[in-house]
């Protein structure tokens, strides 16, 4: 049981470039979610999908979009990057609504924008 | 809307010492609080939470925290410290209804544990 992935760990871009982070699980949750994580801010949720084929936005949604075309993965995207989106990038997954159920993370990816 | 403040961006104790990480919450309805670890270069990891029922909540790696609902606070503590506990450490807030459980962060705190 792997949990959840993150593909890749480390990317550099430069301005204007775009790129997809993927996330993976295989916990068959419902519910999977996009932060965001910068120094002396906490994680900041970007989007999330309460199921395959949907989507809605978080607290920090400009700039990426996502898809959730198969449950087990959740994309995110870049259409063109920006030194602004430099970060750490967490994707989680949960097993069904509720506040009180567990949010699983993966490890990151670490993205740098030149 | 909910917020959550934890007190000390970095916490400093010697081992065996005691841990004592703050954090003080907002939300206008019953929260669900949440602890989570981040070890170097990983992803986050449950400590403990909070739902219903008994305030003191015990932990993981010996953690525990209790919700105090007049002082809006669920401090984290552990009676010894130990090298191996050294990470960051967030406190989390968990919107109640709504179509996911969204949860919200507060800044984290460093613990760093010295010999």
């Known amino acids: 049981n792997a949990g959840v992935t993150q593909t890749p760990k480390f990317r550099v871009l430069k301005t204007g470039q775009s790129m997809t982070l993927l996330c993976a699980q295989d916990m068959n949750h419902e519910y999977m979610y996009w932060y965001r994580q910068d120094p002396g801010m906490g994680l900041r949720l970007i989007h999330y999908s309460v199921g395959e084929g949907t989507t809605a936005k978080g607290e920090v949604p400009d700039g990426y979009n996502v898809s959730r075309l198969k449950k087990q993965n959740f994309l995110l995207g870049l259409e063109s990057a920006a030194p602004s989106q430099t970060s750490v990038y967490f994707c989680?997954?949960?097993?069904?609504?509720?506040?009180?159920?567990?949010?699983?993370f993966g490890p990151g990816t670490r993205l740098t924008v030149t | 809307a909910q917020s959550v403040t934890q007190l000390g961006s970095h916490v400093s104790v010697s081992e065996g010492a005691l841990v004592l990480l703050r954090c003080n919450y907002s939300s206008s309805v019953p929260p669900y609080l949440f602890w989570y670890v981040q070890y170097p270069n990983q992803g986050l990891q449950l400590l403990l939470k909070?739902?219903?029922?008994?305030?003191l909540v015990k932990g993981i790696n010996g953690f525990e925290a209790e919700f105090k609902k007049s002082e809006t606070s669920f401090h984290l503590t552990k009676p010894s410290a130990h090298m191996s506990d050294a990470a960051e450490y967030f406190c989390?807030?968990?919107?109640?209804?709504?179509?996911?459980?969204?949860?919200?962060f507060g800044t984290g705190t460093r613990l760093q544990v010295t010999l």
């Open positions: 909070y739902t219903t029922g008994a305030t």
């Open positions: 989680a997954s949960s097993y069904r609504f509720g506040p009180s159920y567990e949010q699983y």
């Open positions: 989390a807030v968990s919107e109640f209804g709504g179509t996911a459980s969204k949860l919200t």
